[in-house]
């Protein structure tokens, strides 16, 4: 079955550029999604990116998606400590039933 | 105006015993979804509803039944609750094949 799987743990200093990587399996992914979790709280979809592309820029955040590698990564720049949460990866088995399939979450600690 | 609300936030119950979740979107999707989160904090879907039919249905124990009243609803019932059962359930909704689903804010369900 399809499979996203994330390294577990990151640490960087304040004012540092954060790189979560994320690598999956499924060749028929239409879109590829990072979201946020804080600690005791749901989850929030930070950003996104749709197959066909291979980056996607909005603020701070840098999405990169190399489609023949099936990898995709996440750039925080300019870090700071209320970015200290989990980031999921997830691919989307699109179709008629929009499945999010999750990686396995990286928390990410921001030191002051 | 909370966009996906799930009640009780916390529920604590003992084996055996059979509880509800109950969530509800503002939102105006047709298509309403629930996670498991487990003590790992790892993500994965349970079931999917579009327009009160399930169009998803993983590998869950059959102790698990999700009814959608209505587009707006989708509660989770589960019967005989064991140990393993313990987990954050996670509501979500959107309109079908949108790249956004809304999270709710979780329900913490711990069996004793």
């Known amino acids: 079955g399809e499979d996203v799987e994330q390294s577990l743990f990151l640490s960087v200093r304040e004012g540092d550029s954060s790189v979560i990587n994320c690598t999956y399996t499924?060749?028929?992914?239409?879109?590829l999604y990072w979201y946020k979790q804080e600690p005791g709280a749901g989850l929030q979809l930070l950003t996104y990116?749709?197959?066909?592309?291979d980056m996607k820029q909005d603020q701070r955040l840098t999405v990169l998606l190399n489609k023949k590698d099936k990898h995709l990564s996440l750039r925080i720049a300019d870090t700071q400590t209320g970015d200290s949460a989990i980031y999921f990866c997830?691919?989307?088995?699109?179709?008629?039933?929009?499945?999010?399939?999750f990686g396995t979450g990286t928390l990410l600690a921001v030191q002051p | 105006d909370t966009a996906v609300s799930q009640t009780p936030k916390y529920l604590v119950t003992q084996m055996g015993n059979d509880k509800s979740i109950k969530c509800e979107q503002n939102l105006g999707h047709d298509t309403m979804y629930w996670y498991k989160q487990d003590s790992k904090k790892f993500l994965k879907i349970m079931f999917s509803?579009?327009?009160?039919?399930?169009?998803i249905n993983e590998t869950v124990p059959n102790r698990f039944s999700p009814k959608s009243p209505d587009k707006a609803h989708l509660n989770l019932h589960i019967n005989s609750l064991e140990l393993g059962d313990s987990a954050v359930y996670f509501c979500?909704?959107?309109?079908?094949?949108?790249?956004?689903?809304?999270f709710g804010p979780g329900t913490r369900l711990t069996v004793t």
């Open positions: 997830a691919d989307s088995i699109g179709g008629a039933t929009n499945k999010l399939i």
């Open positions: 509803y579009n327009n009160k039919e399930l169009i």
């Open positions: 979500a909704s959107s309109h079908l094949d949108s790249y956004e689903q809304y």
């Open positions: 499924d060749s028929s992914s239409t879109y």
């Open positions: 990116i749709f197959s066909n592309m």
